[in-house]
């Protein structure tokens, strides 16, 4: 009662519309005189603004309260028809008569032709209540629902279905074709046809399957076939899944192999492992030898057994699609499976080996639910890369960084990340400000061998403006206690509204005028998101500043694909700083293993250089930034 009081006084005075939500809760409680004269006065307010929107939703609080019984179905409907009436017709709104129900169009002056400069307004439907006397419900009667489309399913599962009909890609990298038979496709498109074992089994066949076999394993530098390390180097990389079979044609083609090349029988052939030469022959080894060669020296075998060779037996599959010739190369291996038998020679696949300049094995770990103590190793096991690759592609080392105190390592940790390549990273997220204690623990965590930067810290304006002057200050502190022989390792961001180049120069100015920072300090700037000017900067204040580049450059802009060209060469980093910026379609977290994507990205961007090429760069530097030795196995 007071509310509704109070709601009246501040009304008249101030000739103002009220909050429907909080005028809502007052009139539910209010009597029905009372709430018909608030909404009244609230009417004839009303009048004199083009509050549209307050109009609509009064109009449907209106109906709401009559169906409680708070104001009686004729105010609700002399309400409506108030409103409604001079919204469709456009017409000057007439004063609030709570005698009238119906308000009818003021008409033209005479002598005076309708303005047509203006559309009337959209027709709006406005709602009638159906008579209780005439058997109708209380419920409010609207426009005619429309109706619905009827479901899609039935489309959607058939793209499903003709999706799994155009079945999988061709395990060789050359080749776009998608088949539902790979032995079929493989044999009669890739691999010499004499290995087909739908042939007739004659001395002339077996003879011929042993020296095309020979050939395709041939060492192209000393002349020499060595089966048993291709044996070995299958069953060592895992090449073949489990669960292949031999069938009975098969199976006596190899018997066949093994008189020729005088072998004992095996009671039974096995393909997991590879527990005889005459296995080489099925089109799982043949394919996994394939892919070490290069496409024209296999053409080239293939097609010198094409000749004088007899009819393959009928029922084969012989209207394939053709290959299609000018395809990108599609990479096959994964790193974990990368490798050859042989260290070299033309026709091999080629070794591209990475340095991941900034990783977060602790966070990987957590986000993999792995163990604590898991290895980096450990790490890219535990992500499958599916992406298929024309090259071996190898991590020889990185720096693995640690922004929480809670999980610095100890010196037993550091010692053995060296022993695999690894160095170690001591910094603080700028996101988290460190307590007395949690300070003590980071500058003695900073002392322990083996440990080459400090940082991540930095400058992140992603939080709330409260904490900026603390961030500031923390990096203050942490930044004037790198000693000159480790990196500094910075991480900058801005608020997604400002520009980079603000927050860089803010840390720029900081360093070089509050901490004093040696000029000749090594700095690296970890996932670098800025400008070319940006660049200059850094490079004019601070020369030895390395630029680090991560999955970010998928979302770079005009300018900061611009800076990334601008960077020098021997100032260029990549990193993965897993688990975060997954670049490889299927997997949700970045790793060291999956860098070859993010390189794809970056030499994309500069244009004249391969991903091979850069991943040489990028290790030399970084190997350089940090002072270690070239090749794995540092010790401390």
């Not at 409604?84 to 709104?93: D, K, Q, V």
């Not at 966070?363 to 290895?375: F, I, M, N, P």
Request: aromatic share 6%; with cysteine.
């Amino acid at each position: 009662m007071a509310g509704v009081t109070k709601m009246l006084e501040v009304s008249r005075e101030a000739g103002v519309l009220l909050n429907l939500d909080a005028l809502l809760e007052e009139l539910q409680a209010a009597p029905p005189s009372q709430a018909e004269e608030v909404l009244e006065l609230q009417a004839q307010i009303a009048d004199s603004t083009s509050n549209r929107r307050w109009r609509f939703r009064a109009e449907a609080m209106v109906v709401r309260l009559a169906e409680e019984g708070v104001v009686s179905e004729e105010f609700a409907s002399r309400f409506a028809n108030h409103f409604s009436s001079s919204s469709e017709t456009g017409s000057p709104r007439r004063a609030w008569n709570p005698t009238v129900v119906s308000v009818s169009p003021t008409p033209p002056i005479q002598g005076e032709c309708p303005s047509t400069s203006e559309p009337p307004p959209r027709k709006r439907h406005t709602p009638v209540r159906a008579p209780a006397e005439q058997g109708g419900s209380r419920e409010l009667v609207g426009p005619p629902a429309k109706k619905r489309r009827p479901p899609r399913r039935n489309r959607r599962r058939g793209k499903k279905k003709s999706a799994a009909r155009s079945g999988n890609p061709c395990p060789l990298p050359y080749c776009s074709e998608r088949t539902t038979l790979p032995k079929c496709h493989l044999l009669e498109r890739h691999l010499p046809s004499v290995f087909n074992t739908h042939r007739e089994l004659t001395p002339q066949i077996t003879q011929a399957r042993v020296e095309c076999l020979r050939l395709l394993t041939r060492d192209p530098i000393s002349g020499n076939s060595n089966l048993e390390e291709w044996v070995d180097f299958i069953n060592s990389r895992g090449l073949i899944w489990k669960g292949w079979t031999i069938t009975p044609d098969q199976q006596e083609a190899m018997i066949a192999v093994c008189e020729a090349l005088s072998l004992e029988v095996p009671r039974s052939f096995s393909l997991d492992p590879v527990n005889s030469l005459a296995c080489l022959i099925h089109w799982r080894c043949l394919t996994a030898i394939a892919l070490n060669l290069k496409r024209e020296e296999l053409e080239r075998i293939r097609a010198s057994f094409e000749r004088d060779l007899p009819i393959p037996a009928p029922g084969r599959r012989e209207d394939l699609p053709p290959i299609l010739e000018e395809e990108e190369p599609v990479p096959m291996v994964t790193p974990s499976r990368a490798g050859t038998p042989l260290a070299s020679g033309a026709g091999r696949r080629e070794i591209v080996s990475v340095f991941d300049s900034h990783f977060h094995l602790d966070r990987s770990r957590k986000e993999l639910k792995l163990d604590a103590q898991a290895s980096p190793q450990d790490l890219m096991d535990a992500v499958r890369d599916p992406s298929r690759l024309d090259f071996d592609f190898r991590v020889s080392g990185g720096v693995v960084v640690y922004c929480d105190p809670s999980t610095y390592p100890q010196e037993v940790e550091i010692r053995s990340l060296c022993a695999a390549g690894y160095h170690v990273s001591i910094g603080v997220h700028p996101r988290h400000l460190l307590s007395a204690g949690e300070m003590r623990h980071f500058r003695l965590a900073v002392q322990r061998p083996g440990v080459v930067g400090v940082g991540e810290i930095g400058l992140d304006l992603t939080v709330i403006k409260a904490q900026w002057l603390a961030q500031q200050n923390q990096f203050l502190e942490l930044a004037a206690s790198v000693p000159p022989e480790q990196v500094l390792v910075l991480h900058i961001r801005g608020r997604s509204t400002d520009s980079a180049d603000y927050v860089y120069s803010a840390a720029l100015q900081l360093l070089k005028f509050r901490v004093k920072l040696p000029r000749r300090q090594r700095i690296q700037l970890h996932c670098f998101s800025g400008t070319a000017c940006t660049v200059e900067d850094w490079i004019r204040e601070f020369p030895e500043t390395y630029f680090s580049f991560s999955g970010q450059v998928r979302g770079f802009n005009r300018q900061q694909r611009a800076a990334l060209r601008l960077v020098p060469l021997n100032r260029l980093l990549i990193e993965s700083d897993g688990p975060y910026f997954p670049v490889v379609s299927g997997c949700d977290v970045g790793a060291p293993h999956l860098l070859h994507a993010t390189a794809k990205l970056i030499s994309d961007c500069l244009g004249d250089m391969t991903v091979s090429a850069l991943c040489r760069l990028t290790s030399s530097n970084g190997r350089e930034l940090f002072q270690l030795p070239a090749g794995r196995g540092a010790s401390l």
